[in-house]
């Protein structure tokens, strides 16, 4: 069956530093793939998405972009702020049996 | 406007209880999921509803669990005969439509003693 895996964390890193978070997925079908996020306290809401290969989602200076290649949407930004830590979702939606699934989640937490 | 809202946000039963879950979906969000979040592990996919249609009950964990969704709103998640496994966060989520954003709720925090 279909699966989402992402890197355990947490991830520790200071002001500044580039982040990647890995994401890798099988699917039987053509997925869409999401990150959610979900902040200290807050719900789950979206951060970004890609419905097809090749596409290159982006928000708020994080990027993630679809290889089918490789099966992986792994999770990119250039510089983090203290403000950006929060918990990190994987998604994927399995549009052919209407199956959506969730990586565990990725804890990142910024150092000033 | 208003969000996607659940209730009770705690639940506190006793093992082999039925449990009632509600949740109200952002209204014109034809899709709505149900998603279960247990202490440190990922989110669970448990079922999904899309406007009237009957939906697909495969993913749910066993026969104790059920859900339903009237005139295509409001949805209940039931759990029959309550374990100590069931304890978990219980999420619901709409959308435009099953490719679009999810929308999530703050979630009810179910507890069987």
């Known amino acids: 069956g279909d699966s989402v895996t992402q890197m355990e964390g947490p991830v520790t890193l200071s002001e500044e530093a580039f982040l990647t978070i890995n994401c890798t997925y099988t699917?039987?079908?053509?997925?869409?793939l999401f990150w959610y996020v979900q902040y200290p306290g807050e719900g789950l809401q979206l951060l970004l998405k890609?419905?097809?290969?090749?596409d290159k989602g982006s928000n708020k200076g994080f990027e993630a972009t679809y290889r089918k290649e490789t099966t992986s949407f792994h999770l990119e930004k250039g510089s983090v702020q203290v403000s950006d830590s929060a918990v990190y979702f994987c998604?994927?939606?399995?549009?052919?049996?209407?199956?959506?699934?969730f990586g565990s989640g990725t804890k990142l937490n910024v150092k000033p | 406007g208003a969000g996607v809202s659940q209730s009770p946000s705690n639940k506190v039963t006793e093992k082999g209880k039925d449990v009632e879950l509600r949740c109200d979906p952002i209204?014109?969000?034809?899709?709505l999921y149900w998603y279960r979040q247990s202490l440190g592990q990922g989110l669970e996919f448990l079922i999904y509803?899309?406007?009237?249609?009957?939906?697909?009950k495969s993913g749910l964990p066993s026969d104790r669990f059920s859900a339903e969704r009237t005139g295509g709103s409001v949805s209940t998640l039931t759990i029959q005969r309550t374990q100590q496994e069931d304890s978990a966060v219980y999420l619901c989520?709409?959308?435009?439509?099953?490719?679009?954003?999810?929308?999530f709720g703050p979630g009810t925090r179910l507890t069987v003693l």
């Open positions: 699917a039987t079908g053509y997925p869409s």
């Open positions: 209204s014109g969000h034809t899709a």
């Open positions: 509803f899309q406007g009237n249609s009957a939906p697909d």
């Open positions: 890609a419905t097809k290969a090749d």
């Open positions: 989520a709409s959308s435009v439509d099953r490719d679009n954003e999810q929308f």
């Open positions: 998604a994927l939606s399995d549009r052919y049996f209407n199956k959506f699934y």
